[in-house]
């Protein structure tokens, strides 16, 4: 099994749809948050507590569960057994709200939480203090270097079919979103021209003051020329989770698969062109998806990252995390 970074869209939850495995097989990922019960109210924790917890202002409950829980692909799993009637509550699977779901198949210990149910991506969470890790022959995981970073994410599409926004789009969006916000310090800011202004440009706008821009958003990263910005939209590592080394000052970071997408898919609808396509010229077989609507970020991902950036305790921040619980 080789590590990769937490999903922004791990926590995503999505319509009464069955959505598909959240990681790939033969790969893992570490969630450093306290999740699954029991959960205790705001009221009962406090802002002291909380804060020390990582949370920044008020939600309705706070995870008291296992952290570092690793998920996995549910099929890489082996010698396991559902525990019954662990999930009553769910819809058309298992969502986890009632802790652990599997237990270990010679001892009978609880041991992981498979989550599968219509809202949510289909993964198995285990309990880090039921595992250990074990050594096995053959070859060492290899990290990627920046420089190889298009070529093994190439980035994935915006649109999906049958041309909704990606899921994966709106929830790594949303997280840059609260990291973008925090960095521009009340003022307003200019995003790039294209796909990059249609997926931050409304949130912005509707969340910092009208006037002259003070502040600009560009992308900047491995491949793409030297960059000058208030603020530099990188790639966060697929792997590692690490923000590509800037030097900035403000830096907002991006899943590396949707940076990889912005910085280097061009968005322009080409024409069709009459009789035989010259060698040079691209071809457009099939032409790319269209959205239905206009771009939204997931805003239930948008507001657990920014309770989570000490920043949102600012009066200006604050009403904007405020505002958003009503979205």
């Given at each position: 099994?080789?590590?990769?970074?937490?999903?922004?869209?791990?926590?995503?939850?999505?319509?009464?749809?069955?959505?598909?495995?959240?990681l790939?097989?033969?790969?893992?990922?570490?969630?450093?948050?306290p999740?699954?019960?029991?959960?205790?109210?705001w009221?009962?924790?406090?802002?002291?507590?909380?804060?020390?917890?990582?949370?920044?202002?008020p939600?309705?409950?706070?995870?008291?569960?296992?952290?570092?829980?690793?998920?996995?692909a549910?099929?890489?799993?082996?010698?396991?057994?559902?525990?019954?009637?662990?999930?009553?509550?769910?819809?058309?699977?298992?969502?986890?709200?009632?802790?652990?779901?599997?237990?270990?198949?010679?001892?009978g210990?609880?041991v992981?939480t498979?989550?599968?149910d219509?809202?949510?991506?289909y993964?198995?969470?285990?309990?880090?203090?039921?595992?250990r890790?074990?050594?096995?022959?053959?070859?060492?995981?290899?990290?990627?270097?920046?420089?190889?970073?298009?070529?093994?994410?190439?980035?994935?599409?915006?649109v999906?079919?049958?041309g909704?926004?990606?899921?994966?789009?709106?929830?790594?969006?949303?997280?840059?979103?609260?990291?973008?916000?925090?960095?521009?310090?009340g003022?307003p800011?200019?995003?790039?021209?294209?796909?990059?202004?249609?997926?931050?440009?409304?949130?912005?706008d509707?969340m910092?003051?009208?006037?002259?821009?003070?502040?600009r958003?560009?992308?900047?990263?491995?491949?793409?020329?030297?960059?000058?910005?208030?603020?530099?939209?990188?790639?966060?590592?697929?792997?590692?989770?690490?923000?590509?080394?800037?030097?900035?000052?403000?830096?907002?970071p991006?899943?590396?698969?949707v940076?990889?997408?912005?910085?280097?898919?061009?968005?322009?609808?080409?024409?069709?062109?009459?009789?035989?396509?010259?060698?040079?010229?691209?071809?457009?077989?099939?032409?790319p998806l269209?959205?239905?609507?206009r771009?939204?970020p997931?805003?239930?991902?948008?507001?657990?990252?920014?309770?989570?950036?000490?920043?949102?305790?600012?009066?200006?921040?604050?009403?904007?995390?405020?505002?958003?619980?009503?979205?």
């Amino acid at each position: 099994m080789s590590r990769v970074e937490l999903p922004d869209h791990a926590r995503q939850s999505w319509g009464a749809r069955k959505l598909p495995s959240l990681l790939e097989p033969g790969t893992y990922a570490v969630d450093p948050k306290p999740s699954f019960p029991p959960y205790r109210l705001w009221d009962e924790v406090g802002a002291e507590e909380a804060e020390a917890r990582g949370v920044y202002a008020p939600v309705y409950s706070l995870p008291y569960g296992p952290s570092g829980r690793i998920g996995v692909a549910p099929g890489d799993l082996r010698g396991t057994v559902h525990i019954l009637r662990r999930d009553d509550n769910a819809c058309c699977g298992l969502s986890g709200s009632a802790g652990p779901n599997l237990a270990c198949a010679e001892c009978g210990r609880a041991v992981a939480t498979l989550v599968d149910d219509c809202y949510r991506w289909y993964v198995a969470w285990l309990d880090p203090d039921a595992v250990r890790p074990v050594s096995v022959s053959g070859p060492a995981c290899r990290v990627i270097g920046w420089e190889s970073l298009l070529e093994e994410y190439p980035g994935i599409p915006p649109v999906a079919e049958p041309g909704w926004w990606s899921l994966e789009w709106r929830a790594a969006v949303a997280v840059s979103l609260a990291h973008l916000l925090a960095a521009s310090g009340g003022k307003p800011v200019v995003v790039p021209d294209g796909l990059a202004g249609q997926v931050f440009g409304g949130a912005l706008d509707r969340m910092l003051p009208a006037g002259p821009p003070e502040r600009r958003l560009v992308l900047a990263g491995p491949g793409l020329a030297a960059a000058s910005g208030d603020v530099l939209l990188v790639p966060r590592h697929p792997q590692t989770g690490r923000v590509w080394p800037s030097g900035a000052e403000a830096v907002v970071p991006l899943a590396a698969e949707v940076w990889t997408y912005l910085a280097f898919h061009d968005d322009r609808r080409l024409l069709p062109a009459a009789n035989r396509i010259p060698a040079d010229v691209r071809r457009d077989d099939p032409p790319p998806l269209l959205p239905y609507d206009r771009f939204s970020p997931d805003w239930q991902v948008f507001r657990d990252t920014l309770v989570r950036l000490p920043a949102v305790r600012r009066s200006w921040l604050r009403a904007i995390y405020d505002r958003a619980a009503a979205l």
